[in-house]
């Protein structure tokens, strides 16, 4: 079978030995052609997702040491660096991780940079994890300025419908931390990064007043890692 790789949502600041999860139960209509066949249910996720308090679980913890293409995806070591995350869904799983931290080195006493995630989902009342807890709190502490995108109800996210659109909207900011030095992540499925790098390739465009092969070969200099979940 093949393995599941999910992303650890907590930090090792806000507790060494525990580690969340945050996944979305994978379920969608099944392409067969036989009639009402039942719906396509994700093996790894409907797993998780049915476990009970006390299961015993084979899994792994795999360093991102270990695999070059995902060892850029860290926060970076100075705490005052800003970081800007795109992300939609599910994927804002290592940015929780990545807040959590900070906000622990701040509780710390530690000078930490500006965050800003951009976030798409459906709506707010649907899918906007963590916007009730964590999110808010973040956001009330100062540490965090959330950009959200809602698909199906744009009208309550500047009429912004995915996060790319949002970026897009929002570009001042993002030119803005790019030049404070920031470092940049995208966290989601192929189509999300796929959005966001094309956003940014047109935000350099009109910054720097460059064609495509300029943008992306500026791109290549930014501080920007991505982890893609398919
Ligand atoms: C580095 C990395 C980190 C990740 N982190 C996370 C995370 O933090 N959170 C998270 O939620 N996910 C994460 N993922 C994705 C996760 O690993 C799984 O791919 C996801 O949970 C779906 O797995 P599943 O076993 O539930 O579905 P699967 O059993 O693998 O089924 C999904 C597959 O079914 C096929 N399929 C899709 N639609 C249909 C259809 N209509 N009919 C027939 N076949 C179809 C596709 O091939 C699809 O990939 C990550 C992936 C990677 C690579």
Redesign the pocket.
Known sequence: M????????SSPLWNSRHVS??????E?????IYDSPP??????????ANLLPGDRVLMAVRHCKS?PS?YAFRLPEDASTPVVMFCA???I??MRGFIQERAAQRASGCEVGKMILFFGCRAPELDFLYAETDIREWVRLGLLDVRSAFSRKPQESEGCVYVQHRVWHDRADVVAAYKNGASFFT?GSSAVAKGVKATLLEIIKEAENCDDTEAATRLKTIKYAT????
């Not at 982890?227 to 398919?230: A, K, N, P, S, W």
Request: proline residues 7%.
């Open positions: 093949r393995v599941r790789q999910y992303s650890i949502s999860l945050t996944f979305s139960v994978f969608r209509p099944s392409l067969s719906p396509l249910l994700g093996v790894g996720s409907n797993y998780l695999n995902t869904g599910s994927g799983a290592p966290c982890e893609i979940f398919e």
